[in-house]
């Protein structure tokens, strides 16, 4: 997919095995019970910081604001020169500067404040527990596991418990502390967890998703049932929806960014007039800093490539008269046909998708599945069962 230009490293930054395993910090199931809402969601970046990048982008934005004004002032009086032109080509370029860094740090946090938070699918009345296992979260009209071996973050607050299974972080299970059979305890596992793996910059890719599920599934399957198995590739998701979203939003980031390179480049020329030199050694430097985003994406991607192709994840499950069913290494999901708001065919893909909007969906290619026939009767029952549709 398009690359996003504030992708964090590809390296990988968690928790190294040399931690203990999650199961070592809990000692007992831990039930519970209640209300979770989208603000929860919210708050486990704002307040909990699920995600590192929230604050760290805007700190070091607004680091480089102060720097570039504390050094552009300090050598104007280094020169002597203070006159009244002087002066208000310094403050000219900071106020240029200084816009262009507001803009960014304002999309940055819009993107990982409210938006990624926006794709979480567990909402309303929750219920369920966490052992030394997994954990094992249910909604009115989903159910999801999660073994806690694959914990990669966790973050807390007094009121907020988050984990993560995926190094992308773009989905996350928030718990609300309270809602918990145990508070105390809750407050205390959570933190252990959280000191032993903390919050870490998401990766662009977690290869662990592209390998086969272990262990068995929780659910039973019915005989009436429509299976499918197999890696689902990056083009398969061609024409859906969900990718002409994120399409945009990767897009508006780059402008954003754009917007940013320009605004440092007009500041300068403020301050010091056109240069070839100082103009010529911040085009270079742009070209280093789009050229390092590219190589990495590239090779991320091309380490998860098969035969060319750019195997997103690997899954197997089924759809029946109940719902769908999905099983990945990370963890497993039944949702009911109620869960899903809408859905789209495409000639390569069936989409359902949990939102009004179109950010977040569960996919299930035409190769998932034996052959011509399962695929035509999987997308007649999805036609039948789900009240909202969207075909391309």
Not at 29 to 57: C, M, N, P, W
Not at 91 to 100: A, E, P
Not at 179 to 202: K, M
Request: charged fraction near 20%; charge should be neutral.
């Amino acid at each position: 997919m398009t690359p996003n230009p504030y992708q964090a490293p590809l390296s990988d930054s968690f928790a190294t095995a040399s931690s203990p395993p999650p199961s070592h910090f809990v000692p007992h199931r831990l039930e519970f019970q209640g209300q979770l809402t989208r603000q929860h969601h919210r708050d486990a970046v704002i307040k909990a910081g699920i995600r590192t990048d929230y604050r760290s982008a805007t700190r070091v934005m607004l680091a480089l604001a102060g720097a570039y004004t504390l050094a552009t002032g300090v050598l104007t009086l280094a020169l002597g020169d203070v006159d009244f032109d002087s002066v208000i080509r310094v403050l000219l370029s900071t106020l240029v500067l200084v816009g262009g860094i507001l803009i960014f740090c304002r999309h940055q946090r819009w993107l990982i404040g409210t938006r990624i938070p926006g794709f979480q699918l567990a909402t309303g009345s929750i219920r369920g527990w966490i052992d030394a296992e997994g954990l094992w979260i249910e909604t009115e009209q989903s159910q999801a596991y999660q073994p806690l071996s694959k914990l990669v973050a966790c973050a807390a607050t007094h009121e907020l418990w988050v984990i993560s299974f995926a190094k992308e972080l773009t989905f996350w299970q928030t718990l609300p502390i309270e809602a918990f059979s145990d508070p105390a305890l809750a407050r205390s596992v959570a933190a252990d967890l959280q000191r032993a793996f903390p919050p870490a910059p998401p990766q662009l890719i977690d290869q662990r998703k592209q390998t086969p599920p272990e262990g068995d599934c929780l659910f039973s399957m019915s005989e009436e049932a429509i299976a499918f198995e197999g890696p689902f590739y990056e083009d398969n998701a061609q024409d859906t929806r969900l990718l002409k979203t994120t399409k945009q939003v990767v897009w508006q980031t780059w402008l954003v960014l754009a917007v940013l390179l320009i605004s440092l480049l007009v500041s300068i020329l403020t301050l010091t007039g056109f240069r070839s030199l100082y103009v010529g050694l911040l085009f270079l430097w742009i070209g280093l800093l789009l050229a390092g985003i590219f190589y990495r994406v590239r090779r991320a991607r091309r380490s998860a490539s098969e035969k060319g192709r750019l195997v997103a994840w690997w899954s197997w499950g089924w759809l029946d008269d109940e719902g769908y069913v999905a099983m990945t290494s990370l963890g497993q999901t039944r949702a009911t046909w109620q869960f899903f708001d809408h859905y789209e065919i495409t000639d390569d893909a069936i989409g359902l998708y949990p939102h009004q909007n179109d950010t977040a969906c569960c996919l299930v290619s035409r190769e998932q599945f034996a052959g011509a026939d399962d695929w035509n009767r999987a997308t007649a029952l999805v036609k039948s069962k789900v009240r909202c549709q969207w075909e391309a």
